[in-house]
């Protein structure tokens, strides 16, 4: 399998999902601005996304794709088929569950993340979240059709997914939002309907991809069901293999409550403002970061259930390699050419001057930090293909007191760009971390050519980096959101160039870019 191949069709479908979700930022900042409302959407939206990086994409997916992965590998197709029937029936159950739980305790939940929200705001933030509640079931279950299709290298349907999502709020926002506010109710409303409708929309689309590889799950409904369900072997396999992992990703969103409660207490819209640069850094985390990792996650776990340590290796080493020649530029981009970027794609409606200082002083924050968020997403999964779960996990815990000591030197000086940069910070750490332990365990060894490798790309990053510079400064571009189009063709002209700039020196300073090609 061509690893550049996979994780390029990733990249691009996963563009398309960033792209629609800058969209929806773009939408929310133009309609409803940063205030105290979109504070309370912000704090409803994260509940359902925390306990969904427990069910979803984080801990189940840690856990199931390399059981899911070694079983195929090991006993076949039909006992494979056996399993994701079996991990169905116990998730669909456990979902339903929590989702009564959740809408009954949102209250409390609100309370946890938003204590510093007003009156008013809490009780939109409360209806929010009962609405949006629901959406933790149907992700939960998406999660668990990608993992199956990803394992069978059907990479597309779980990549352009989260395009339905996007649009669906977009709709939300401009047709029903309109609405909501001459029949009296809060018009933010919309967003939380709207993300209901995505998730229903999302799940969906699983269905017929299941179907034509006849992997789709035979779901227990009976008392019967659930509990041949839960005796299978595989199911207690993966909650073995969940539960250092649920601690793990416990620990990064107790961290999130943490920061989120301290947004909330810096200023109205803080939370939001962290929310608008976090979609704009989540954009080179996605199509670099996550696309690796999607690819490389079930690859590495066949590698490790066949022994084949080399293999495993050089995978590795390959995703390390990407993430430095791509991210480091993307790093340089957010910390030198965010004011531009943050104007061009926010600045207008109820989104004023003062927002956009405010949010790009927190894109800096993360910039910092892009490798390792990027790095984490390559260097976890080498862990996770071998079933060891409990090393990211110690690493984690002591990321999160790091992160909030930092927060504690950060936050009053810099206000909610501190809590950024604290993020970005620690999350270097936390790769370098999560690589020392690769290195101690023979999992991974350099290939020869590093140093010059890492040198060329640090060329060719300042050299985009000194033509960024001159172009933040010597543009206002906060004054051009005047004639909108003439500033979004000089951002577009302004990254085409940095872009160029970039490869051809690297080129010129004999980087064999077709050695990545060959090498995948």
Not at 247 to 271: D, E, F, R, Y
Not at 441 to 466: E, H, I, Q
Request: charge should be positive; aromatic fraction near 8%; include cysteine.
């Amino acid at each position: 399998m061509n690893l550049l191949r996979a994780a390029s069709l990733v990249s691009i479908l996963t563009l398309a999902s960033r792209v629609t979700g800058l969209v929806r930022e773009q939408m929310v900042a133009a309609l409803f601005g940063a205030s105290a409302i979109t504070d309370a959407f912000q704090v409803a939206f994260r509940i359902p996304n925390m306990l969904r990086r427990l069910f979803a994409e984080g801990a189940f997916s840690q856990a199931f794709v390399p059981v899911l992965a070694a079983t195929r590998a090991k006993e076949g197709d039909a006992a494979t088929g056996l399993l994701i029937s079996a991990v169905a029936t116990a998730l669909a159950w456990t979902l339903l569950l929590t989702c009564l739980l959740g809408v009954l305790g949102a209250p409390l939940l609100v309370w946890l993340l938003g204590a510093g929200l007003a009156d008013d705001a809490r009780r939109a933030a409360i209806v929010m979240t009962r609405w949006m509640f629901p959406y933790i079931g149907c992700m939960s279950l998406v999660a668990l059709a990608a993992g199956i299709l990803n394992t069978w290298k059907r990479f597309m349907v779980p990549a352009v997914t989260p395009v339905l999502l996007n649009l669906s709020v977009i709709a939300a926002g401009w047709l029903l939002a309109p609405r909501l506010q001459t029949m009296g109710y809060q018009p933010i409303y919309a967003m939380a309907i709207g993300v209901m409708l995505g998730g229903v929309l999302q799940l969906a689309v699983q269905i017929p991809a299941l179907r034509r590889l006849g992997l789709l799950p035979h779901l227990g409904l009976s008392w019967g069901g659930l509990r041949r369900a839960w005796q299978h072997p595989g199911v207690g396999q993966i909650l073995r293999q969940m539960g250092p992992a649920l601690l793990g990703v416990g620990v990064a969103q107790l961290s999130l409550v943490i920061n989120t409660q301290i947004a909330i207490w810096v200023a109205p819209g803080a939370a939001s403002w962290l929310t608008y640069a976090d979609r704009l850094m989540e954009f080179p985390i996605a199509l670099l970061g996550v696309a690796l990792g999607v690819v490389l996650t079930p690859q590495l776990s066949a590698a490790q259930a066949k022994g084949e340590t080399a293999q495993y290796s050089a995978m590795l080493d390959w995703g390390l390699r990407m993430v430095l020649l791509l991210a480091l530029p993307c790093a340089v981009a957010l910390l030198l050419f965010a004011g531009p970027m943050v104007a061009v794609l926010y600045h207008r409606g109820a989104f004023k001057a003062d927002d956009v200082l405010h949010t790009t002083s927190a894109v800096m924050g993360y910039g910092v930090g892009l490798i390792g968020l990027v790095a984490i997403k390559v260097l976890a999964p080498g862990f996770y293909a071998r079933q060891d779960t409990r090393t990211p996990v110690r690493i984690a815990v002591g990321v999160l007191v790091l992160t909030q000591l930092l927060n504690a030197c950060f936050v009053p000086w810099l206000g909610a760009a501190g809590l950024a940069l604290s993020i970005g910070l620690a999350a270097l750490v936390n790769a370098g971390l999560l690589l020392r332990g690769l290195r101690a365990r023979g999992s991974y060894t350099p290939a020869p050519g590093w140093l010059p490798f890492a040198l060329r790309v640090l060329l060719a990053s300042l050299a985009m980096g000194l033509l960024q510079h001159q172009l933040a400064v010597r543009l206002d571009w906060v004054a051009l959101g005047a004639t909108e189009l003439w500033r979004a063709l000089y951002m577009a002209g302004s990254l085409a160039a940095s872009a160029l700039l970039y490869f051809a020196v690297l080129i010129l300073s004999g980087l064999k870019l077709r050695q990545f090609v060959r090498r995948a």
